[in-house]
């Protein structure tokens, strides 16, 4: 049944772009993968950057060393084993900023660092895990298989629910946690499951760029908007376009010199946000 569904979305793919870079199965799916990457890197984005949780997403990424290394170790899917550490991790984070003073980042400092240290000490121990920790490291779109794009079909079909729904409290808190203050304990479920959101979303996203630069994909992009944007609507939208239109390019240029996807799409990604930072500061242009 899903091979005949990707079959059509082949096909449709071969009619719509006629083109040669388009031509290998690899190729149709990484192009897949992207499309439903953007609009749930768009959504978590904006308010990951609205909720100053940029250096949080920095913190997720880097302990999915330890998760892949973990999966290697125990022969378990490392895919699997990302996701829960990173959803472990983001639980971790929210229980012990929750029941202590310490501030936010010091907290995510601390977790950031325990995620590099434990793996490397895992790799260390099996030298022979460090081969196969590059496309996790780099990124390497080009290897999504069916599986992947479609547990990505569903993590996009759940942000965007969850979003949907949770869409209100989170422009509050992004104004300020006393507008909801006395509903203290709801805004500490609705924080900690978009923590919970994030974490799923890097763990699955880390084919695209990379564990080094998954977060830039979240964040550049939503700050980029923002210069450019004021009402948050158009931030999505604006958000998503970069992300979508960036990475397409990125593939097709990666695609024929044979370069890094993942560092491609943030170096346009960088070079967008500069553009964007120049038409806000010194011709005042916005949305």
């Given amino acids: 049944m899903l091979n005949e569904i990707f079959l059509v979305i082949y096909h449709f793919l071969d009619i719509v772009l006629p083109f040669a870079w388009a031509e290998p199965v690899f190729m149709k799916n990484a192009l897949i993968a992207l499309v439903l990457i953007a609009p749930a890197a768009a959504l978590v984005g904006i308010h990951l950057t609205a909720l100053h949780m940029a250096f949080f997403g920095d913190a997720i990424s ?58 490397l000490c895992i790799v260390s121990f099996r030298k022979s895990f460090m081969r196969d920790f590059q496309s996790y490291l780099f990124g390497d779109i080009l290897t999504v298989s069916q599986g992947e794009i479609i547990v990505m079909f569903l993590v996009l079909v759940f942000i965007v629910i969850w979003s949907y729904i949770n869409y ?26 978009f923590s919970l959101l994030c974490a799923v979303l890097v763990a699955v996203s880390i084919k695209v760029t990379g564990m080094l630069l998954i977060t830039s994909l979240l964040v ?13 609507g158009r931030i999505f939208r604006i958000a998503y376009m970069i992300i979508a239109g960036t990475s397409l390019f990125a593939l097709i240029v990666s695609y024929y010199l044979d370069m890094a996807t993942g560092g491609v799409i943030i170096v346009f990604l960088s070079v967008l946000f500069f553009i964007a930072y120049l038409l806000r500061a010194v011709w005042k242009i916005s949305l």
């Fill in 62 to 119: 880097h302990s999915a060393f330890t998760g892949i290394a973990l999966g290697f170790l125990f022969s378990v899917n490392p895919s699997l084993s990302m996701a829960i550490f990173a959803v472990a991790i983001s639980i971790l984070i929210y229980f012990v900023e929750k029941k202590s003073n310490i501030a936010m980042d010091n907290i995510i400092s601390v977790m950031m660092s325990l995620g590099v240290a434990a793996g």
């Fill in 168 to 193: 209100n409290r989170l422009a509050l808190m992004s104004l300020s946690p006393l507008l909801i203050i006395d509903k203290a304990k709801s805004r500490g479920l609705s924080k900690l499951l």
């Fill in 220 to 232: 550049i992009p939503a700050v980029t908007a923002r210069l450019i944007a004021k009402s948050e």
